[in-house]
Protein backbone atom coordinates (compact mmCIF):
# COMPACT_ATOMS: atom_id res chain seq x y z
CA UNK A 1 0.00 0.00 0.00
CA UNK A 2 2.92 2.43 0.45
CA UNK A 3 4.21 2.12 -3.01
CA UNK A 4 0.68 3.15 -4.06
CA UNK A 5 0.66 6.01 -1.85
CA UNK A 6 4.34 7.04 -3.40
CA UNK A 7 3.17 6.63 -6.77
CA UNK A 8 0.16 8.87 -6.07
CA UNK A 9 2.53 11.69 -4.57
CA UNK A 10 4.48 11.35 -7.54
CA UNK A 11 1.58 12.25 -9.60
CA UNK A 12 0.72 14.72 -7.32
CA UNK A 13 3.93 16.43 -7.67
CA UNK A 14 3.18 15.98 -11.65
CA UNK A 15 0.48 17.60 -11.58
CA UNK A 16 1.81 20.72 -9.21
CA UNK A 17 4.89 20.41 -11.75
CA UNK A 18 2.03 21.62 -14.73
CA UNK A 19 1.06 24.59 -12.11
CA UNK A 20 4.79 25.26 -11.63
CA UNK A 21 5.36 25.60 -15.86
CA UNK A 22 2.43 28.18 -15.67
CA UNK A 23 4.45 30.37 -13.05
CA UNK A 24 7.64 29.76 -14.94
CA UNK A 25 6.13 31.06 -17.77
CA UNK A 26 3.81 34.13 -16.40
CA UNK A 27 6.42 35.31 -13.79
CA UNK A 28 9.05 36.63 -15.70
CA UNK A 29 6.59 38.58 -17.72
CA UNK A 30 6.26 42.87 -16.71
CA UNK A 31 3.93 42.87 -15.22
CA UNK A 32 2.99 38.97 -14.47
CA UNK A 33 -0.27 37.70 -16.34
CA UNK A 34 -2.76 37.31 -14.38
CA UNK A 35 -4.83 34.51 -15.65
CA UNK A 36 -3.55 30.97 -15.03
CA UNK A 37 -5.75 29.60 -17.84
CA UNK A 38 -3.70 27.16 -20.26
CA UNK A 39 -2.94 28.81 -23.73
CA UNK A 40 -0.02 28.00 -26.26
CA UNK A 41 2.09 30.96 -26.11
CA UNK A 42 2.55 30.57 -29.59
CA UNK A 43 -1.24 30.81 -31.02
CA UNK A 44 -2.77 31.88 -27.78
CA UNK A 45 -5.17 29.08 -28.47
CA UNK A 46 -7.06 27.01 -25.08
CA UNK A 47 -4.40 23.84 -24.70
CA UNK A 48 -7.08 21.10 -24.59
CA UNK A 49 -8.06 18.62 -20.87
CA UNK A 50 -6.36 15.78 -22.68
CA UNK A 51 -3.43 17.29 -23.93
CA UNK A 52 -2.14 18.95 -20.17
CA UNK A 53 -1.78 15.37 -18.80
CA UNK A 54 2.03 15.72 -17.03
CA UNK A 55 5.10 13.94 -19.08
CA UNK A 56 2.00 11.93 -20.85
CA UNK A 57 0.53 15.07 -22.42
CA UNK A 58 3.78 16.18 -23.93
CA UNK A 59 4.91 12.64 -24.81
CA UNK A 60 1.99 12.11 -27.35
CA UNK A 61 2.01 15.41 -29.07
CA UNK A 62 5.60 14.84 -29.77
CA UNK A 63 6.71 18.06 -27.98
CA UNK A 64 4.48 20.51 -30.09
CA UNK A 65 1.21 22.54 -29.91
CA UNK A 66 -1.55 20.21 -31.21
CA UNK A 67 -3.15 23.32 -33.37
CA UNK A 68 -0.20 25.31 -34.67
CA UNK A 69 2.67 22.91 -34.51
CA UNK A 70 4.87 25.18 -32.08
CA UNK A 71 7.49 23.49 -30.16
CA UNK A 72 6.61 22.70 -26.67
CA UNK A 73 9.74 23.81 -24.89
CA UNK A 74 11.56 20.96 -22.91
CA UNK A 75 11.16 22.51 -19.82
CA UNK A 76 7.50 22.04 -19.72
CA UNK A 77 8.34 18.17 -19.15
CA UNK A 78 11.28 18.10 -17.29
CA UNK A 79 9.51 20.29 -14.32
CA UNK A 80 6.73 17.93 -14.58
CA UNK A 81 9.24 14.68 -14.44
CA UNK A 82 11.53 16.79 -11.31
CA UNK A 83 8.30 17.47 -9.14
CA UNK A 84 6.81 13.61 -9.66
CA UNK A 85 10.02 12.39 -8.85
CA UNK A 86 10.61 14.93 -5.60
CA UNK A 87 7.26 14.16 -4.16
CA UNK A 88 7.83 10.48 -4.71
CA UNK A 89 11.11 10.68 -2.93
CA UNK A 90 9.61 13.09 -0.35
CA UNK A 91 6.95 11.44 0.60
CA UNK A 92 9.03 8.15 0.83
CA UNK A 93 10.90 9.94 3.22
CA UNK A 94 8.80 11.70 5.49
CA UNK A 95 5.11 10.13 4.81
CA UNK A 96 1.99 12.36 4.88
CA UNK A 97 3.61 14.82 8.24
CA UNK A 98 3.67 18.55 7.74
CA UNK A 99 7.40 17.92 7.16
CA UNK A 100 6.17 16.26 3.92
CA UNK A 101 4.29 19.46 3.05
CA UNK A 102 6.99 21.84 4.07
CA UNK A 103 9.41 20.12 2.19
CA UNK A 104 7.04 19.84 -0.78
CA UNK A 105 6.33 23.43 -1.17
CA UNK A 106 10.17 24.38 -0.42
CA UNK A 107 10.77 22.20 -3.57
CA UNK A 108 8.13 23.38 -5.64
CA UNK A 109 9.49 26.90 -4.85
CA UNK A 110 13.09 26.34 -5.45
CA UNK A 111 12.23 24.69 -9.06
CA UNK A 112 10.64 27.44 -9.80
CA UNK A 113 13.46 29.89 -8.75
CA UNK A 114 16.08 27.29 -11.06
CA UNK A 115 13.85 27.30 -14.43
CA UNK A 116 13.90 31.09 -14.39
CA UNK A 117 17.24 31.51 -13.56
CA UNK A 118 18.61 28.89 -16.40
CA UNK A 119 15.51 30.27 -18.66
CA UNK A 120 16.16 33.98 -18.27
CA UNK A 121 19.36 34.57 -15.70
CA UNK A 122 17.05 35.86 -13.54
CA UNK A 123 16.03 35.74 -9.80
CA UNK A 124 12.89 37.60 -9.64
CA UNK A 125 12.67 39.71 -6.31
CA UNK A 126 8.47 39.33 -6.49
CA UNK A 127 8.97 35.44 -5.62
CA UNK A 128 12.45 35.69 -3.53
CA UNK A 129 10.38 38.41 -1.01
CA UNK A 130 7.28 36.32 -0.74
CA UNK A 131 9.54 32.62 -0.13
CA UNK A 132 11.24 34.96 2.35
CA UNK A 133 8.17 36.01 4.20
CA UNK A 134 6.89 32.63 3.80
CA UNK A 135 9.78 31.05 5.60
CA UNK A 136 9.84 33.45 8.09
CA UNK A 137 6.16 32.62 9.12
CA UNK A 138 6.83 28.83 9.16
CA UNK A 139 9.60 29.38 11.49
CA UNK A 140 6.97 31.68 13.68
CA UNK A 141 3.79 29.22 13.30
CA UNK A 142 5.32 26.00 12.44
CA UNK A 143 8.69 25.79 13.92
CA UNK A 144 9.86 22.88 12.52
CA UNK A 145 12.58 20.77 14.15
CA UNK A 146 16.09 21.64 11.85
CA UNK A 147 15.48 25.49 12.60
CA UNK A 148 16.29 24.29 16.18
CA UNK A 149 19.70 22.66 15.34
CA UNK A 150 21.75 24.75 18.06
CA UNK A 151 18.76 25.10 20.92
CA UNK A 152 17.74 28.15 18.84
CA UNK A 153 14.68 29.59 19.06
CA UNK A 154 12.98 29.12 15.21
CA UNK A 155 12.42 33.16 14.37
CA UNK A 156 15.41 33.54 16.13
CA UNK A 157 17.94 30.64 13.65
CA UNK A 158 15.26 31.75 10.69
CA UNK A 159 16.18 35.66 11.27
CA UNK A 160 19.94 34.69 12.04
CA UNK A 161 19.82 32.70 8.78
CA UNK A 162 18.79 35.17 6.58
CA UNK A 163 20.61 37.92 7.64
CA UNK A 164 23.79 35.20 7.33
CA UNK A 165 22.70 34.44 4.39
CA UNK A 166 22.40 37.59 2.89
CA UNK A 167 25.56 39.21 4.43
CA UNK A 168 27.51 36.14 3.15
CA UNK A 169 26.32 36.74 -0.58
CA UNK A 170 26.57 40.00 -0.59
CA UNK A 171 30.22 39.91 0.09
CA UNK A 172 30.73 36.93 -2.63
CA UNK A 173 29.14 39.73 -5.04
CA UNK A 174 30.71 42.41 -4.52
CA UNK A 175 34.18 40.02 -4.90
CA UNK A 176 33.15 38.32 -7.74
CA UNK A 177 32.31 41.89 -9.41
CA UNK A 178 29.31 41.05 -11.58
CA UNK A 179 29.63 37.27 -11.70
CA UNK A 180 27.20 36.71 -8.89
CA UNK A 181 23.70 38.80 -9.53
CA UNK A 182 21.91 40.94 -6.82
CA UNK A 183 19.12 38.69 -7.32
CA UNK A 184 20.86 35.82 -5.46
CA UNK A 185 22.05 37.84 -2.61
CA UNK A 186 18.62 38.26 -1.99
CA UNK A 187 17.56 34.54 -2.42
CA UNK A 188 20.45 33.87 0.26
CA UNK A 189 18.38 36.07 2.97
CA UNK A 190 15.73 33.23 1.55
CA UNK A 191 18.26 30.16 1.93
CA UNK A 192 18.83 31.47 5.08
CA UNK A 193 15.21 31.85 6.57
CA UNK A 194 14.63 28.23 5.44
CA UNK A 195 17.61 26.38 6.84
CA UNK A 196 17.99 28.51 9.23
CA UNK A 197 21.28 29.46 11.07
CA UNK A 198 23.76 27.41 11.42
CA UNK A 199 22.56 25.46 8.37
CA UNK A 200 22.76 28.05 6.34
CA UNK A 201 26.66 27.51 6.57
CA UNK A 202 26.09 24.22 5.17
CA UNK A 203 24.22 25.66 2.16
CA UNK A 204 26.41 27.91 1.52
CA UNK A 205 29.42 24.78 1.99
CA UNK A 206 27.50 22.69 -0.18
CA UNK A 207 26.70 25.63 -3.03
CA UNK A 208 30.38 26.12 -3.13
CA UNK A 209 30.97 22.15 -3.51
CA UNK A 210 28.30 21.98 -6.20
CA UNK A 211 29.71 24.86 -7.84
CA UNK A 212 33.26 23.82 -8.10
CA UNK A 213 32.55 20.36 -9.01
CA UNK A 214 30.10 21.50 -12.02
CA UNK A 215 32.62 24.71 -12.72
CA UNK A 216 35.34 21.48 -13.57
CA UNK A 217 33.18 19.03 -15.38
CA UNK A 218 32.44 22.07 -18.08
CA UNK A 219 35.90 23.31 -17.98
CA UNK A 220 37.10 19.60 -18.58
CA UNK A 221 34.73 19.12 -21.19
CA UNK A 222 35.54 22.34 -23.06
CA UNK A 223 31.33 23.80 -22.39
CA UNK A 224 32.74 26.87 -20.48
CA UNK A 225 35.48 29.06 -20.74
CA UNK A 226 38.14 29.37 -17.59
CA UNK A 227 36.78 33.39 -17.69
CA UNK A 228 33.09 32.37 -18.09
CA UNK A 229 30.63 32.38 -14.78
CA UNK A 230 28.47 29.94 -13.78
CA UNK A 231 24.91 30.24 -13.33
CA UNK A 232 24.39 30.60 -9.65
CA UNK A 233 20.85 29.51 -9.60
CA UNK A 234 20.67 26.23 -9.58
CA UNK A 235 23.66 25.11 -7.79
CA UNK A 236 22.32 27.65 -4.67
CA UNK A 237 18.54 25.77 -5.09
CA UNK A 238 19.93 22.38 -5.30
CA UNK A 239 22.20 23.38 -1.90
CA UNK A 240 19.10 24.95 -0.21
CA UNK A 241 17.01 21.85 -1.17
CA UNK A 242 20.09 19.21 -0.24
CA UNK A 243 20.22 21.13 3.15
CA UNK A 244 16.81 20.91 4.07
CA UNK A 245 16.88 17.35 3.75
CA UNK A 246 20.45 16.10 5.21
CA UNK A 247 21.18 18.82 6.53
CA UNK A 248 21.57 17.89 10.35
CA UNK A 249 22.92 14.93 9.51
CA UNK A 250 25.91 16.76 7.76
CA UNK A 251 26.25 19.17 10.63
CA UNK A 252 26.76 16.14 13.04
CA UNK A 253 29.33 14.39 10.60
CA UNK A 254 31.15 17.59 10.57
CA UNK A 255 31.17 17.85 13.92
CA UNK A 256 32.05 13.94 14.55
CA UNK A 257 35.03 14.35 11.85
CA UNK A 258 36.23 17.63 13.87
CA UNK A 259 36.50 16.08 17.46
CA UNK A 260 38.73 13.58 15.71
CA UNK A 261 40.75 15.90 14.40
CA UNK A 262 44.21 15.78 16.44
CA UNK A 263 44.30 20.03 16.84
Not at 67 to 75: E, L, S, T, W, Y
Not at 104 to 128: F, K, Q
Not at 174 to 199: D, E, H, N, Q, Y
Request: with cysteine; charged share 10%; proline share 4%.
Amino acid sequence: MSVLYIIVAGILGMVVGSLLNVCISRLPQDPPTASIGLRCDSCKRWIRVVDVVPVLGYLVLRGRCRDCGARIPRRVVVVQAVSGLTFAALFQAYDLTITFTLMAIYAAILIVVCAINLEHGLILNRVTLASLIFALAVAALVRPNWLGTLGLHPVVSATAGALVGFVLLFVCAVIARGGLGWGLVKFGAFMGAATGFPLVIVALVLAFVFGFATGSFLLISGRKGRREFLQAGPILTASTMATLIWGPQILVLCSGITRLMPF
